[in-house]
């Protein structure tokens, strides 16, 4: 396997000891729902990596150092696959690194999150870029699904959440986003206003975790996730919104999820290793 950027580092850059960046690859594929492949998620981002450029909009994030862990095992039982993820990133956090977990099933977020939390030990707020709202209390029988991670996360845990592009649905979801007092500003005003930046509630937390699930971008844009959704945003402003919700905060970090890397096909993957550079990009 090969590492984020692998090729483009110096030796310095790879440093463990002092990598800004712990890439934590997470082939999760157990409650995928309509479209499969996730599992295959992470090796395509980290292999259409090597064809990024180390400048970002004037910035060379790469600079602050990156370091690809080995993958996560992820044929465990679903809770000790989440422990794992959270012994990972608070790894990460205690190290004074950015975990940034690549995905894989979106699942994973819960992991990750309880992960960060731990390593911080103060409130986190979760930015949340999706087609779908993931606030069931369980779905298909499985209180770990793709689609109820962000009820554990919101309701269970009690942690802030703010989600944009959400444009699928039910109502059990948009009962408990009123319960949870989710922040939210769904895809239809986002993308037929043509919005690139909303604030954030005023009392939301300084330390943000992003979870970009791909299929929050339009299909037009990113064919290749499990659940495309028509009507999604668009490239920069999803990175645009993100951008400016991040204003006067922290990126902890954060995690891309639900590539499905389709055969013959690199678009989704190269904008997948895209994204992740982007928001390397915007860690102090």
């Known amino acids: 396997m090969n590492g984020f950027l692998h090729g483009e580092l110096s030796c310095t850059e790879q440093d463990p000891e002092t990598a800004r960046f712990r890439v934590i690859p997470v082939p999760l594929e157990r409650t995928v729902s309509y479209g499969g492949g ?14 990024l450029e180390r400048l970002f909009q004037g910035a060379e994030p790469c600079r602050k150092g990156i370091v690809t862990e080995p993958p996560l095992n992820c044929f465990e039982a679903l809770p000790d696959v989440m422990e794992q ?4 990133t608070e790894a990460a956090i205690k190290a004074g690194a950015v975990p940034v977990v690549l995905g894989g099933e979106h699942a994973l977020t819960c992991g990750a999150v309880r992960g960060v939390v731990r390593g911080l030990d103060r409130p986190v707020g979760i930015v949340q870029i999706d087609a779908h709202a993931d606030l069931r209390k369980a779905y298909q029988g499985d209180v770990h699904s793709h689609a109820s991670v962000m009820q554990i996360l919101a309701e269970e845990d009690g942690l802030p959440l703010a989600q944009f592009g959400v444009r699928a649905l039910c109502r059990e979801e948009v009962a408990r986003r009123a319960r949870c007092e989710v922040f939210a500003c769904d895809a239809e005003a986002l993308v037929t206003g043509a919005v690139q930046a909303v604030d954030l509630p005023t009392d939301f937390p300084e ?23 028509p009507g999604g945003l668009g490239y920069y402003q999803s990175l645009n919104l993100i951008r400016h919700a991040l204003t006067g905060r922290r990126l902890v970090g954060f995690d891309v999820v639900e590539l499905a890397p389709e055969p013959g096909s690199r678009v989704s993957n190269f904008t997948a290793a895209q994204i992740v550079y982007a928001l390397m990009s915007f860690t102090p």
């Open 38 to 51: 996730t599992a295959g998620g992470p090796d395509a981002i980290l292999a259409a990596s090597v064809e």
């Open 85 to 88: 993820i959270a012994t990972r």
């Open 207 to 229: 330390d943000i975790y992003v979870s970009f699930d791909l299929d929050g971008l339009d299909p037009s844009i990113l064919p290749a996730t499990g659940t495309p959704v």
